[in-house]
């Protein structure tokens, strides 16, 4: 049974940080690219961050760049969003994610397995 847990959540005031994980266990995902994804009230599931296998490619969404940071230990499967300069606009649930696609990987249709998510709420 594939799982990507997602931990690290939270309340947080704006200008604050938080740093969510994303642990995947259940197979190897050797060579899978992983991402993050956010959802908020009433829209869509957007893309905020991919990192590739090899940790050395990542992708962000405009609106976070600057503010997070996408990582990855392969040895612990683990995959991290540092996430400083909060704004209440980052309120969403945040959702990891993991494709064998090797393009495409700011869109939700080509991912395989999905995490439950984890809840970030900002205060303004």
């Known amino acids: 049974q594939v799982q990507l847990v997602e931990s690290g959540g939270g309340l947080v005031q704006a200008g604050g940080s938080l740093r969510l994980s994303c642990a995947a266990s259940?197979?190897?995902?050797?060579?899978?690219?992983m991402g993050w994804f956010r959802q908020a009230p009433g829209k869509e599931r957007e893309f905020v961050a991919a990192?590739?296998?090899?940790?050395?490619?990542?992708s962000y969404a405009d609106s976070v760049k600057g503010r997070f940071t996408i990582s990855r230990d392969n040895a612990k499967n683990t995959v991290y969003l540092q996430m400083n300069s909060l704004k209440p606009e980052d309120t969403a649930v945040y959702y990891c994610?993991?494709?064998?696609?090797?393009?495409?990987?700011?869109?939700?249709?080509?991912?395989?397995?999905w995490g439950q998510g984890t809840q970030v709420t900002v205060s303004s």
């Open positions: 990192i590739r296998w090899s940790g050395g490619s990542t």
């Open positions: 259940g197979r190897t995902f050797s060579g899978y690219t």
């Open positions: 994610g993991a494709t064998s696609a090797v393009v495409a990987i700011t869109i939700r249709g080509g991912y395989n397995y």
